[in-house]
């Protein structure tokens, strides 16, 4: 079955950019008619949906953040990276990547922003 892995620094200082990568196993993400979001739970906060990536490379971001946002994919390597550039206090979150549709997500990967 399709996993999703979350793998990148959990402590970033302000005004840093984030980078973040999904490692998907079990599937191609080159293939189907699927889209492979980036989404973040700040602490005591609801999902916030960041952006997405299609099967075809077309790229879809949350206009609250789309001119700080960059989601690219590595075929070769089966995996796609999101980031995020002049990160503040207020991007922490836990970062989860997820193939929303199928409800198959990551474990999610927390994000510190602070100095």
């Known amino acids: 079955q399709v996993q999703l892995q979350e793998s990148g620094p959990g402590l970033v200082e302000p005004s840093q950019t984030l980078s973040l990568t999904c490692t998907v196993s079990g599937g191609s993400i080159t293939t189907g008619n699927y889209a492979w979001s980036w989404i973040r739970q700040p602490p005591g906060k609801g999902l916030e949906w960041i952006g997405r990536?299609?099967?075809?490379?077309?790229?879809y971001y949350s206009p609250s953040l789309k001119s700080r946002t960059s989601i690219s994919r590595d075929t070769a390597k089966n995996r796609f990276t999101l980031q995020l550039i002049s990160m503040t206090p207020e991007d922490t979150a836990v970062y989860y990547c997820a193939r929303v549709s199928d409800f198959i997500w990551g474990q999610g990967t927390q994000v510190t922003v602070s100095s």
């Open positions: 990536i299609t099967s075809s490379g077309v790229t």
